[in-house]
């Protein structure tokens, strides 16, 4: 079985420019999770989306924004790129419901310059 | 606001050794708790999942235990080997499904 995969593994932007990350759920997953894993500031969370909606979102500001699409994999944009936005960007799919475990992909790294 | 402390910040012990990593949250109000481990420049691998209502989960030589009315967690590894070297992260699940986590412990299991 395939696990949640993430695209680019790496990503360079420069300061203003808008990225764009991708992530595929693994098979049977509806719920999709974003966090930031900035140096020096932990693993924060950024979104959930469930059955293509936006059930809940971190204290980031409104320049961070993604979507699900009908297959449930789903995007994460971040537009006006700032040095402080670099960070390890994770994804993590899980089965709807209460207590399912969280499964991780390997991230994209997003530099901006 | 859920706050999220894991204790020691790095831990090193000799191969063999059993050992246990600490984890404390200030709101009870948490629907489980789960134990991740993330290898360098890696994602988040989960260990274990306790449900709010559950006392402690195993999975191997894993043995995690929730306190809920305390705040409290603990991680137990038994007879550690190199290969449980990694950084092992605490994450609380709230009702908006929000994980909040713990800055982790690294830990590092001498040969």
């Known amino acids: 079985e395939a696990g949640v995969t993430q695209s680019p593994t790496h990503l360079i932007k420069t300061r203003g420019q808008q990225a764009t990350l991708r992530c595929s759920p693994i098979?049977?997953?509806?719920?999709v999770y974003w966090y930031q894993q900035a140096l020096g500031l932990g693993l924060q969370f950024l979104l959930w989306?469930?059955?293509?909606?936006?059930?809940n979102r971190g204290n980031f500001p409104p320049r961070f924004s993604g979507r699900q699409f009908p297959n449930y994999s789903s995007e994460l944009n971040v537009n006006a790129l700032e040095l402080e936005d670099s960070a390890l960007y994770l994804c993590?799919?899980?089965?709807?419901?209460?207590?399912?475990?969280?499964?991780f992909g390997s991230g994209t790294q997003l530099s901006v310059l | 606001k859920q706050e999220v402390t894991q204790i020691p910040a790095a831990l090193s012990v000799p191969e063999g050794e059993n050992l246990v990593l600490n984890c404390s949250f200030t709101?009870?109000?948490?629907?489980?708790l789960q134990w991740f481990r993330q290898d360098p420049g890696k994602g988040l691998t989960s260990l274990l999942l306790?449900?709010?209502?559950?006392r402690e989960q195993t999975s191997g030589r894993l043995n995690a235990s929730l306190d809920k009315s305390s705040g409290r967690s603990t991680l137990y590894i038994a007879a550690s080997q190199p290969g449980d070297s990694a950084t092992y992260l605490c994450?609380?699940?709230?009702?908006?499904?929000?994980?909040?986590f713990g800055s982790g412990t690294q830990l590092t299991v001498l040969p």
């Open positions: 993590a799919s899980s089965r709807t419901g209460a207590n399912e475990k969280l499964f």
């Open positions: 098979s049977g997953h509806t719920s």
């Open positions: 989306y469930d059955e293509g909606e936006e059930r």
């Open positions: 709101d009870s109000a948490i629907y489980n």
């Open positions: 306790i449900q709010s209502s559950q």
């Open positions: 994450a609380v699940q709230g009702s908006a499904r929000q994980l909040t």
